[in-house]
C-alpha cells in the first residue's frame, strides 16, 4: 500500500478556520507567523473553544504542530494556559477526543501539579474532571512544559488507543489505550481552555 502524502496546514488565513466559542487573528508570536486564539467575552456554557480545520477527515495518523499557551493577564486564579488538539471531531464540534498541555504545572515547586501537566478528555462524557475523579492519574501526566514557548506536540492515533509526545521526546508522555468515542473519525480542530491566550503553528497531518 502507498502512503499517503502528509498535508499541511500554514495557518495562514483565518477563513481557513470554523470557529466555535472563540476568537481568532493572525500574529507573529516568538518569530513566526501564528493563529492566535482567545475566549470571546461571553464564552459558551459548555467551555469547549475550537477552531476547526476544514477539509480534514482524520481516523488514524499522526497529528503533529508547534503550539504555546499561557493564562491571559486577566484570568481568575489557577487557570494553567490551556492549550491542546482535538481530533475526531464530530460536526459543530458535539464530540471530540482532545490531548492538551496545562503549560504553568510543567515546573512547578508542587509534584502533583506537575503530574497534571498533560490531559486527555473526551468530549462531551468525559471532562477531565471526570476522568481524575474516577480513575485518577491515568489520563494524564507530566511533561517539562515552559509557560508560553513553542511546544512540538505529536499525537499517534490507531483505533481506540493514542500516544501524546512532547518536544521530540522519543517516547509518549501519555498512552491512552481506550479512546472514549470509540474507532470514529472526524475534524481536527485546535483547542483552548478558560482563562488562556493561545498560539498555534503550522499543522502536519500524515
Not at 494553567?80 to 496545562?102: D, K, M, N, T
Not at 507530566?142 to 512540538?152: C, E, M, R, S
Request: aromatic share 10%.
Amino acid at each position: 500500500m502507498i502512503a499517503r502524502p502528509a498535508r499541511e496546514f500554514q495557518l495562514n488565513a483565518l477563513s481557513d478556520l470554523e470557529l466555535h466559542n472563540v476568537n481568532a487573528e493572525l500574529v507573529t508570536y516568538r518569530g513566526r507567523r501564528a493563529v492566535r486564539l482567545v475566549e470571546p467575552e461571553e464564552p459558551s456554557t459548555d467551555g469547549q473553544s475550537i477552531a476547526i480545520l476544514p477539509g480534514t477527515d482524520f481516523q488514524d495518523g499522526v497529528i503533529e504542530t508547534e503550539i504555546a499557551g499561557t493564562p491571559r493577564k486577566d484570568a481568575p486564579e489557577g487557570m494553567r494556559g490551556f492549550v491542546g488538539i482535538a481530533f475526531r471531531v464530530h460536526p459543530q464540534g458535539s464530540h471530540f477526543e482532545c490531548f492538551y498541555l496545562r503549560p504553568t504545572n510543567g515546573r512547578a515547586d508542587d509534584q502533583l501539579r506537575r503530574n497534571h501537566a498533560t490531559q486527555y478528555f473526551s468530549h462531551p462524557e468525559y471532562p477531565w474532571f471526570r476522568l481524575r475523579e474516577e480513575t485518577p492519574g491515568v489520563y494524564e501526566s507530566y511533561a517539562d512544559l515552559v509557560p508560553g514557548a513553542w511546544t512540538n506536540v505529536k499525537i499517534e492515533v490507531s483505533g481506540t488507543r493514542a500516544h501524546l509526545y512532547v518536544n521530540g521526546a522519543e517516547q509518549p508522555c501519555l498512552i491512552v489505550k481506550d479512546l472514549k468515542l470509540g474507532q470514529t473519525r472526524g475534524q481536527i480542530a485546535l483547542w483552548i481552555g478558560a482563562g488562556t491566550e493561545a498560539f498555534f503553528s503550522k499543522v502536519v497531518v500524515r
